[in-house]
């Protein structure tokens, strides 16, 4: 029902969106994974018509919505990055106005108060003003107040980015639901490939403003499915050594984390004798090894040699 | 548009601090100033040139005395300049035969006050000695008429001509601060519109279906309203519960109110277009509140000012065409036609501005 095409954005520097081509399909679930900075938030600003692309087009079932967009902003709405409500209002008075400017007023407007609010579990606070909210409260609000006219999608930028984990699974659970039991379209944006995984059908990735891969989730495991990933940890950080085993042969990709390695090998490649006999030789304790199953992170890992998160 | 203006309000009524404020500011400075400048008459010494004999001298310090806002008295030349110098007294008056010297120790409205009383009174005053040397007992003959006239007429003179300077101590401190404080009331009110670009609200307002034109148009009709009232709810309450004395076209006074408001609401918007950093904004608010203020003759007459500089900033400035128009009207006792010129200026002004300031707010969010 939505797509992009090639969609571009330039800015005197950097293109921060370069050649995006993505499409959404009715009540589908789609993750748009990548880094700070790799464009998802410009992205996201040109589909919702918020800002106009350098070039390329933005289509709602089938038609541009660059010259015509009342048809997109009757339908669909953003959850922004950044808390975006009035908080000298109470959570009631920022839903109320959310609600007037997508039309809605009366008893309907009440009635839908209500229902988002206890959409998102906070009807009994409906009252108390939204900056003395804590930070997990407030972006429940900033979704409910995408709530209020009921949109048919439903686009997330980084929602979860600084909140406690219980008001995070209460809002995973919240979009899930709205994907699961109406039907609503979820364009999710993140950085955390464990939201991703859990939320979403499909996935595009993307990096320095390109989508770099796309597919469901297995389809994009299987781009390592001829490859494991090994996971070292040791007693204390050795850069000299770190170095050393990502030179090994075999070895596509090596990243460190403080005390720990991960390395990811073709299938069956016997690099563990190598690998401890080297530990050995530089005197490194070998606290814990584990052979994983590849995740999305992982992916990301294998495309671009960096991690998602730094 | 009625979603985002209603929105507005109940912000006000959440956070009113800045607003109430900037009334009670408005009501504490002029009533107290008002009550401070109604000590009794005001105090002149009054010393005589040689050429004036002690007789004549006296006859003009009981023909100035006539008038109760002074209290002349006659002294040594030395003591009156001492009293000066000492700054116990602002100014003091130096007698000659057909003609006067003004000693002044300060600059302030009040030379302004004395200043255009003795020349009234003085070219009164000789013309009927000139006119007794032709027709003797003419004096008494006046003076008697004086007290009842056979008819009266009323002459009114317009602000600007030589000689016909008035001064209205109350008036001018009320237009002036009420004009001053209002600035930061609707200036104020539309950093909102910064802030939520800031904060995101905006881009929400943009993706939804409500039109740009009528986001803006909530925003600025908030800022003009709010100020409008604040402004009007001011002359209402000086001139019902103080009693001042507003003129009779008070209706007018709320037309000018209206006027002054478009151009301050317009000057805003400019403003946040080419500062686009709420804290930037907080200090250049003020700056330019106090600026406009000080040059545009809401502190102290814009007669008073010489410096031709000024006196052509001045004549950019909204300030200057408010005050000038409430004056003419409130104090001259003029009409509508007196005031045409500056209700233009000051509509001319607000629609440059806000023609300006929105292009130059859309251009930057474009880019
Ligand atoms: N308004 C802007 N002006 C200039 N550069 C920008 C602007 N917005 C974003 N960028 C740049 O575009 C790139 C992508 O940014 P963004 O879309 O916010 O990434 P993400 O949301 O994935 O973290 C970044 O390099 C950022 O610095
Ligand atoms: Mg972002």
Redesign the pocket.
């Known amino acids: 029902m939505l797509d992009t095409d090639k969609l571009t954005?330039k800015?005197?520097?950097?293109?921060?969106?370069d050649n995006v081509t993505i499409s959404l399909r009715q009540g589908e679930s789609v993750g748009l994974l990548?880094?700070?900075?790799?464009?998802?938030?410009?992205?996201?600003?040109m589909i919702s018509t918020l800002m106009k692309p350098t070039s390329g087009d933005v289509r709602l079932h089938g038609k541009s919505v660059l010259k015509n967009n009342g048809a997109m902003r009757a339908i669909l709405v953003v959850v922004p990055?950044k808390i975006a409500l009035y908080e000298e209002l109470s959570a009631y008075e920022n839903l109320k106005f959310f609600g007037r400017i997508y039309g809605l007023t009366g008893k309907k407007l009440e009635g839908q108060i209500q229902y988002v609010l206890e959409l998102v579990g906070l009807s009994d606070r409906q009252k108390e003003l939204v900056k003395n909210y804590s930070g997990g409260m407030q972006r429940r609000v900033n979704l409910a107040a995408a709530m209020m006219h009921e949109p048919e999608v439903l686009i997330m930028?980084?929602p979860t980015v600084g909140i406690d984990p219980q008001s995070r699974n209460h809002l995973l659970e919240t979009i899930r639901k709205l994907n699961r039991e109406q039907g609503m379209t979820v364009l999710y944006?993140s950085?955390y490939m464990e939201e991703v995984e859990k939320l979403c059908d499909r996935v595009y990735i993307?990096d320095h403003?390109k989508v770099i891969a796309s597919g469901t989730k297995e389809e994009l495991k299987g781009i390592l499915s001829e490859e494991e990933t090994v996971w070292i940890e040791f007693d204390k950080s050795y850069p000299k050594l770190f170095e050393k085993l990502g030179q090994i042969e075999g070895i596509q990709h090596a990243v460190t984390d403080e005390h720990s390695l991960k390395l990811i090998i073709p299938k069956g490649a016997r690099v563990l004798g190598t690998l401890f006999h080297e530990a050995e030789r530089y005197g490194a304790q070998i606290i814990n090894v584990n052979v994983q199953t590849p995740t999305l992170e992982d992916v990301f890992l294998r495309l671009t040699g960096r991690k998602l998160r730094d | 548009m009625k979603a985002v203006f209603l929105l507005q309000w109940r912000r006000f009524y959440r956070k009113p601090l800045l607003v109430v404020t900037m009334f009670g500011l408005t009501v504490i400075f002029v009533s107290v100033s008002a009550a401070g400048n109604q000590g009794g008459p005001q105090a002149v010494p009054l010393y005589a040139d040689q050429s004036l004999t002690e007789r004549e001298a006296n006859d003009w310090l009981e023909r100035l005395n006539d008038d109760d806002r002074f209290a002349f008295e006659l002294m040594p030349e030395s003591r009156a300049r001492t009293l000066v110098a000492d700054g116990n007294v602002g100014h003091a008056v130096k007698l000659l035969t057909t003609d006067y010297r003004l000693l002044v120790g300060r600059e302030d409205p009040n030379r302004f006050v004395l200043d255009s009383y003795l020349r009234r009174t003085y070219s009164e005053e000789l013309s009927l000695q000139r006119a007794e040397q032709a027709v003797p007992g003419i004096r008494e003959q006046v003076e008697s008429s004086r007290d009842n006239p056979p008819l009266t007429l009323t002459v009114t003179s317009r602000q600007g001509e030589e000689d016909s300077f008035q001064y209205n101590g109350e008036l001018q401190l009320l237009f002036g601060m009420t004009l001053f404080f209002v600035i930061y009331t609707i200036m104020f009110s539309l950093v909102r519109i910064v802030d939520e670009k800031r904060t995101g609200t905006w881009s929400r307002m943009i993706i939804s279906p409500v039109r740009k034109w009528q986001i803006y148009l909530g925003h600025l009709g908030y800022s003009f309203l709010v100020g409008f009232s604040q402004i009007t709810l001011i002359f209402l309450l000086f001139r019902f519960a103080f009693g001042f004395d507003l003129g009779d076209h008070f209706w007018l006074l709320i037309a000018i109110a209206a006027c002054y408001t478009f151009s301050i609401v317009a000057l805003g918007l400019l403003i946040i277009s080419l500062v686009t950093k709420p804290q930037q904004l907080g200090a250049v608010i003020p700056i330019i509140a106090t600026g406009m203020a000080m040059v545009g003759g809401a502190f102290w007459p814009i007669e008073l000012v010489s410096n031709e500089i000024l006196l052509a900033i001045a004549k950019v400035l909204p300030i200057t065409y408010g005050i000038e128009a409430l004056t003419t009207v409130a104090v001259y006792g003029e009409g509508v036609e007196a005031i045409l010129l500056q209700l233009a200026v000051l509509i001319g002004f607000g629609a440059i501005c806000m023609v300006i300031g929105i292009r130059l707010l859309e251009w930057r969010s474009a880019s």
């Open positions: 954005k800015f005197k520097d950097t293109v921060a969106v990548g880094p700070n900075g790799a464009g998802k938030s410009t992205a996201i600003a990055q930028d980084e944006t950085h993307m403003g």
